[in-house]
């Protein structure tokens, strides 16, 4: 196991402690979960005409709902849309303490009432400033994704814990694939954001703060495939915060979140099991297939930022007049199970779709993707891939061939209007697929690229509604739909 606490008289004491504090707590919360069971907890009604998730902050009920506050479009099994509504998942819910009188609560309370308020406005489109146009065309509902990020600038704050030490916890990749996960830890940690608090009562959510690769770095033995390193650290740190604060007890972890790019932050996550059902995960492996569940988890972009920074030419992609005489392309190593199909299907057989396994050593990755149309983005052994992001700062239309991925901040962005999703099974129609796109859908395309082109990108410092923020958010409506009387 690996050990977090101090060493000696205190680690064995504290030891004793955590584990006589996790048999007491699951006993209270078996029986809670009956009590509940037996008095009907999860029957209700609508109040006020208003869904049947929102109760006024009188009511000591706690909900999960499956959200729909952002649009009223059903969303697609994969989507991942953290909208507010009546539904209430199949699992469990959380026992959590009652609090009379709480301010924390009351003050979510009137910032879901704005957000509904204005997801009903008549007027689709808001105009930030300077002619900054949220378009219902790019976003599920541009009006309540405006409030709902006013609110979050207005009340959100996050504690994060001070516990663990130095390289695994505090610190995290910067200047490499996983660089989204390393950049937030640092932000989080030394920022000047207006969203970290000290004072851990008044937060409304609870970050920890450890990191899956630098865990897959210092712990995991090569070539083992053994992840248990990996989960037992995991569970040593729910255990000491557990332990030595009351906040994860209060809400069995409802309100705690973690943040990994690894593959293999899922498989860390395990190591507790309130972590991997209840709390928030922030995960670039965002698989609905293999656990991540939409309704509270997050999806956090993927971006391999070389030397911590974005590669110079994708800095200011050529303008739309400049002509792509390429319709697509793809370079990449054949690992997983849709990239074989891909390379089977198309490398070398097209001299308009340019799909490589090893890019040829006298052409350029990026100028490639500045020369094309279309981007190719196949998942690999995992779900997420860099590509779609370099894609979009290329400008160059992401082409997104994978299964189950529930891409990111699609709770609020309208992905086909800067993308194409095309069916593993119809990569042998592939270029006809491409070339049915029309020039004014292209175009359109491309309008949408540009508009979420700041979503993605990782500022020192941050700036409003770039890619901490929009992880934020997303994390902030996941916390909208929790309710702790």
Known sequence: MVMIMKSGADSASAGLLSTFSFLLLSAVFAASIAVVFLLGY???????????????????????????????????????????????????????????????????????????????????????????????????????????????????????????????????????????????????????????????????VYFMPFSVTWMVKYLYKPNTYNVTPLKAFVSDYVKLISTKHPFWNRTQGADHFMLSCHDWGPKASQGNGLLYNTSIRVLCNANSSEGFDPTKDVSLPEIHLYGGIVNPKLISPPPSNISRPDLAFFAGGIHGPIRPILLKHWRGKDTDLHVYEYLPKDQDYYDSMLRSKFCLCPSGYEVASPRIVEAIYAECIPVILSDHYVLPFSDVLRWEAFSIQVDISEIPRLKEILVAVSEDEYLRLKEGLRAVRRHFLLNQPVKRFDMFHMILHSVWLRRLNLRVG
């Open 42 to 204: 999860f029957s209700h009604k609508p109040i006020h005409g208003l869904p049947s998730s929102f109760y006024s902050p009188s009511q000591p009920q706690f909900q999960i709902p499956t959200v729909e506050l952002l649009s009223h479009t059903r969303p697609a099994p994969d989507q991942s849309r953290a909208v507010l509504s009546s539904e209430f998942p199949s699992k469990f819910k959380p026992a959590v303490t009652r609090r009379a009188e709480n301010k924390l609560e009351q003050g979510l309370a009137r910032a879901r009432a704005a957000i509904l308020d204005a997801a009903s406005a008549t007027n689709p489109s808001i105009i930030i400033k300077n002619n900054n146009i949220l378009s219902p065309a790019i976003y599920w509902n541009p009006s309540a994704f405006y409030q709902s990020y006013k609110e979050m600038e207005r009340r959100f704050k996050v504690y994060v814990y001070q516990e663990g030490e130095l390289p695994i916890v505090h610190d995290g990749p910067c200047k490499d694939i996983y660089s989204s996960e390393g950049r937030f830890i640092h932000e989080m940690e030394h920022g000047n954001n207006r969203f970290k608090t000290s004072n851990a009562q008044a937060a409304h």
